[in-house]
């Protein structure tokens, strides 16, 4: 049975810092964000999070989707950022798309992979008839602690994805995955911690290299492809360096990735990265079009897509307002006193908490 | 109006303010007293007492206040009916128009109204949140409304429609705050300009915080009697010669039109009607300034002007000291004070004794007819009363 | 707001759910029990209906002294909206940074935290409006 995208939303929030900015803040060189191809980073605003941006991107789903809420039989999401510990941000989802509440849903957590997964969750159950439709999610409001170089990065912004199994609803038929992972500790979150760790340069060549190269290197020998047979590549965009260099690794070449790659304008949306990127080459593809998308996620694995672009993307809505391009398009920048309050990392007290 | 007439025959308010070294309990056993002692009444005479206040459960964390202040006053032993009132800032109206319902029934010959708010032992937060109680909690305020904001709204509306400016908003705190500045019970006892209502913190614009009514704390006590008794009270009494009460929708996005207060044109028409007497009548008023805005709309809505000239009535002095009828001269929610249950009875304070000639040197000339207007949270409420002098 | 107080009215804050009378067509939100209009002829004669998010300005205020919740906020825009299916909502219009918000502007619905019970809490979510 055939199983793919048959409808997509994605939301990436209004506010952008500059990385010079930041560097300004920090005492930085004022080119890190050329070093790092990431030149400016969204900023979720005061009032949203992972559940408003997944319910943006979930309800742009549904709204140009041929199904309704009433045939999605699982909702997952995927973030390192969820509004709660414990509660579902799904739960939130679904009522807010007035789904269920015959449907079955978890949160997911891979650090920047758990988007990737409940994609590859959603392809489980449609294809083995569990689910008429999925709704997949990937999105994060992430942080780093202030002077880190993850600062220039972490980012907001996420992705739905609807699959379902019907061949006339079909805008990208996903012929395959293939996940590689391993206990590669490159990247974590304690529990009550506000901010990340990592393992600095630890995180490149074992961990992010390692396992994207692995799982795309498998992905094309299972399906007998190479890197000339896409039209896009997507890759797990943790800066605008890592991804590129991946892809020239694997054989992709320059403009396989101009839709794909989103970090250098909107920086690491972690969950978010690769189904954003993915979302943007539906906004741009053909009939016909083949994407290579791989994500990766700390920890560590990788999660790599085969999938081809139907004829029905031509009957999809993609009109100005609906494509990710006109979002991005309108931006308020923020300097860094104004992002710091955003984010929480003024230190209230007394009657200010 | 036929049947029994009811009297104001005693009255008296705390000063308002910030009274940090009084209770709630001090604050209206203080205006009880000298509203009893003024009226000449005694404990025995009392048949039946109100209260209004808004929230003593959020702001002294008391409810069930009517038997606890009678007892303040020493007089539990007596077994009287004590009731609590409430309607947001209409409080002390709707108090106030029971005593008079109870007196005209027949069933009270001599009835204490009292109306008071301690608002400054709790934080601005929790004040500010006392304040916001008044409107719409699920879809008003939890959408991030502020009463504030939606007078705001008001304000905008009012100026959008009918022309009326900035300047004209702050002409009623200019007039409000001359006023408070010969009351010797006001608030804020000086005299401001245009420039400070102008230059003041913006609150939700236009309004700013010299648009705003203060947080106050305060009591105010009337002794109403019957006609039956009111001779024993030689030459104090002022006639309650009309009652009127009415309500709206409590949100602001159910009304048509945001500029008009119908819950003020009715229940001013019932009270002019059971008086008998016409707007052009009226020679001193005090209304429900919480905004300036709020000032505007009361002199329209209760028929002193034409809709929409609130505003350059304002600026001409036609609703001031020597205009053609004298509104506020107390000073006002605004320069008063606006404890918020007190307001309404501190009103029918200040209007007996203009109608008595008690009012010293802010005494409205030749002052008859007297009509106090006090309403709640966006007007869902509204009460007016017409009192006259007995000559 | 608690947490029992919130989770009932979740459909009409998440999704504008609104109420319409079936001998007069009118629209309420929130929705009511009884029409104003029909009154006695509109018991158990109302539906659900959805509100389709589409509306326009009808006045708003730049707030400065901000409703608990909206501090960090401040100064924010509170707007009476008119939706285009008739009922008038007091809400929030975010994201307009730059661009003054008028009377007549058109508004479409966007899904915003609203509020918490302090960082231990519950987080309330529902309706906010951007220019659209």
Redesign the interface.
């Known amino acids: 049975m055939a199983v793919g995208i048959i409808s997509y939303g994605a939301y990436v929030p209004?506010y952008r810092i500059r990385s010079e900015e930041i560097a300004r803040i920090w005492g930085d060189d004022a080119n890190i964000g050329r070093a790092l191809n990431v030149h400016e980073k969204s900023v979720p605003?005061?009032?949203?999070?992972v559940?408003?941006i997944s319910?943006?991107a979930a309800?742009q789903a549904m709204r140009r989707a041929p199904t309704g809420p009433d045939d999605v039989g699982a909702i997952y999401v995927g973030s390192e950022s969820h509004?709660?510990a414990v509660k579902p941000t799904g739960t939130?989802v679904q009522?807010?798309i007035?789904a269920g509440p015959y449907l079955t849903m978890a949160d997911y957590e891979f650090a920047c992979k758990a988007g990737t997964a409940a994609l590859q969750t959603g392809m489980g159950l449609v294809q083995s008839g569990m689910a008429k439709t999925v709704l997949a999610i990937g999105t994060d409001t992430s942080q780093g602690a202030p002077r880190n170089a993850l600062e220039y990065s972490a980012s907001a912004g996420g992705a739905a994805f609807l699959l379902g199994a019907e061949r006339k609803h079909i805008l990208a038929e996903l012929h395959h995955t293939v996940s590689f992972t391993t206990d590669t500790p490159d990247f974590w979150r304690r529990e009550g911690q506000k901010y990340p760790s990592h393992g600095e340069r630890f995180t490149g060549t074992p961990a992010y290299f390692r396992h994207v190269e692995a799982a795309s290197q498998r992905l094309m020998e299972d399906q007998k492809t190479k890197p000339d047979d896409y039209d896009h590549c997507v890759f797990h965009q943790p800066n605008g360096k890592f991804p590129v260099n991946a892809a020239r690794r694997l054989g992709f070449k320059e403009p396989q990735w101009r839709h794909g790659l989103l970090a250098p304008r909107i920086g690491n949306t972690y969950s978010g990265a690769a189904l954003l990127g993915l979302a943007n080459v539906l906004d741009h593809a053909e009939p016909g079009d083949r994407v290579f998308v791989c994500g990766y996620g700390s920890g560590a694995g990788s999660d790599a897509f085969d999938c081809t672009v139907t004829k029905n993307i031509l009957n999809y809505d993609r009109s100005e307002a609906e494509r990710l391009e006109t979002r991005l398009a309108d931006t308020?920048e923020l300097d860094y006193a104004m992002y710091a309050?955003l984010r929480g990392k003024l230190v209230m007290g007394g009657?200010g908490a | 109006m036929t049947g029994r007439t009811a009297y104001v025959v005693g009255a008296a308010h705390t000063p308002f303010g910030e009274a940090w070294d009084k209770s709630y309990r001090h604050l209206m056993t203080d205006a009880g007293l000298a509203a009893i002692q003024d009226a000449g009444v005694q404990g025995e005479d009392i048949d039946e007492v109100f209260v209004g206040t808004m929230s003593t459960g959020k702001l002294v964390g008391q409810e069930h206040v009517a038997s606890l202040l009678l007892d303040g006053a020493g007089l539990a032993d007596q077994h009287l009916p004590a009731t609590r009132i409430e309607a947001a800032g209409a409080s002390g109206g709707l108090a106030f128009r029971q005593g008079v319902q109870a007196i005209r029934s027949g069933a009270a010959d001599v009835v204490v109204v009292g109306g008071l708010e301690k608002m400054t032992d709790v934080s601005d937060a929790d004040q500010a949140a006392v304040t916001a109680s008044g409107i719409d909690q699920e879809w008003e305020h939890f959408f991030g409304a502020t009463d504030a904001a939606l007078h705001a709204l008001i304000a905008k509306r009012h100026m959008a429609r009918y022309g009326t400016t900035r300047e004209q908003l702050a002409a009623v705190a200019v007039k409000n705050h001359a006023h408070g500045a010969r009351n010797p019970l006001a608030q804020f006892r000086r005299p401001i300009t245009e420039e400070t209502v102008l230059r003041a913190p913006p609150v939700a614009e236009p309004l700013g915080m010299f648009d705003c009514a203060p947080t106050s704390d305060g009591a105010a006590c009337v002794v109403l009697c019957s006609d039956a008794v009111v001779d024993s009270y030689g030459g104090k009494a002022v006639q309650v010669s009309g009652s009127g009460q009415a309500s709206d929708t409590l949100s602001l996005s159910d009304r048509a039109d945001l500029t008009s207060w119908r819950a003020t044109e009715h229940a001013a028409r019932r009270a002019y009607q059971e008086a008998g007497v016409s707007v052009a009548d009226v020679d001193v008023a005090e209304v429900h300034d919480a905004y300036t805005i709020t000032e505007l709309l009361a002199v329209e809505d209760l028929g002193f002007v034409k809709k929409g000239e609130g505003g350059p009535a304002t600026v001409e002095g036609r609703t001031g000291d020597g205009g053609d009828v004298v509104v506020n001269p107390s000073g006002g929610l605004k320069a008063r004070g606006h404890p918020v249950g007190a307001t309404g009875i501190a009103q029918v304070c200040e209007l007996t004794w203009h109608l008595r000639g008690t009012a010293s040197d802010r005494q409205v000339k030749d002052a008859r007819i007297g009509v106090a207007h006090n309403t709640g949270g966006t007007g869902a409420t509204a009460v007016v009363h017409v009192l006259e002098g007995v000559q | 707001m608690t947490v029992p107080r919130f989770w009932r009215e979740i459909p009409q804050r998440y999704n504008l759910q609104a109420s319409k009378c079936g001998a007069c067509d009118a629209i309420h939100y929130p929705p009511r029990t009884v029409c104003p209009e029909c009154r006695r002829a509109s018991i158990g004669n109302l539906e659900e209906v959805k509100l389709s998010g589409r509306g326009t300005v009808l006045e708003s205020t730049r707030v400065h002294k901000a409703a608990p919740g909206y501090e960090a906020q401040v100064p924010y825009t509170l707007a009476l909206i008119q939706t285009e299916e008739g009922p008038v909502i007091t809400g929030q219009v975010v994201d307009h940074d730059g661009r003054a918000v008028s009377a007549g502007d058109d508004v479409r619905a966007v899904f915003r935290r609203l509020g918490e019970d302090g960082d231990a809490g519950v987080i309330y979510y529902g309706t906010k409006w951007v220019l659209a």
């Open positions: 209004r605003g005061a009032d949203e999070d559940a408003t319910v943006e309800r509004p709660y939130i009522a807010a007035d308020t309050k009657n």
